[in-house]
């Protein structure tokens, strides 16, 4: 079946240094990839999604790229913020699916400090 | 992003009784619903996808008798949880998909004393 790993459980980092969260699946069919992030209290809102034509998908400075080669979806930001603190998660859904039916990760929970 | 309004945000209830929630897509056409809970340790299952004019597609350890479901259009949803138990707890999440994406609600917190 479908699966996915974000290796890291939490990320501490200092404000204006660089973010990578990472994000590997398994999946027999070539799946949609997601990042959703959830802050405090509130739901999990989408924050990027994979397209199928190799683009590279960017909201609010994050940005990442689906490498088919190494089942990969990581989400990089050049620069952390203190709000860019959460809960992160990646998912994925197949096609026949098509986003509706999403596998999640087990969450990377970021913290910024000053 | 597409608009999901769910209630309450919040509710308690008894142990053995019921509560109902709802899910409204707010200026579109929700193809799919999806309803999922997350548990307190952070870690999400889905309960049941449903699409309109098809039938609703319970997951494992999830069933119509616990979790009946209503989707009667392409922008709103219910789910009751019967007989509710500690078990039950957490937070539920619709989400209504559109464009081959997901969107969720703000979910309706469950508390079962």
């Known amino acids: 079946g479908d699966s996915v790993t974000q290796t890291e459980g939490l990320v501490t980092l200092t404000e204006g240094l660089p973010v990578m969260l990472n994000c590997t699946y398994q999946s027999t069919y070539s799946p949609f990839l997601f990042w959703y992030v959830q802050h405090l209290n509130e739901a999990p809102k989408l924050l990027l999604k994979s397209f199928t034509d190799n683009k590279r998908p960017e909201h609010q400075g994050f940005h990442a790229t689906l490498h088919k080669s190494s089942s990969s979806f990581h989400l990089q930001k050049s620069s952390a913020q203190l709000s860019d603190s959460a809960l992160y998660y990646c998912?994925?859904?197949?096609?026949?699916?098509?986003?509706?039916?999403?596998?999640f990760g087990g969450g990377t929970r970021l913290t910024v400090r000053p | 992003g597409a608009l999901v309004y769910q209630y309450p945000r919040r509710t308690i209830c008894k142990s053995g009784t019921s509560m109902r929630m709802e899910c409204q897509a707010v200026?579109?056409?929700?193809?799919?619903v999806a309803w999922y809970r997350q548990s307190p340790q952070k870690t999400f299952e889905l309960i049941a996808l449903s699409t309109v004019n098809s039938a609703i597609k319970y997951e494992q350890n999830f069933t119509q008798e616990k979790f009946p479901i209503s989707h009667p259009n392409l922008s709103f949803s219910s789910m009751t949880v019967l007989n509710a138990y500690l078990e039950d707890r957490g937070l539920y999440l619709c989400?209504?998909?559109?464009?081959?994406?997901?969107?969720f609600g703000a979910g309706t917190r469950l508390s079962v004393l």
């Open positions: 989400g209504a998909r559109t464009k081959n994406t997901l969107y």
């Open positions: 200026g579109f056409q929700a193809t799919s």
């Open positions: 998912a994925l859904s197949d096609h026949n699916n098509a986003g509706a039916k999403l596998t």
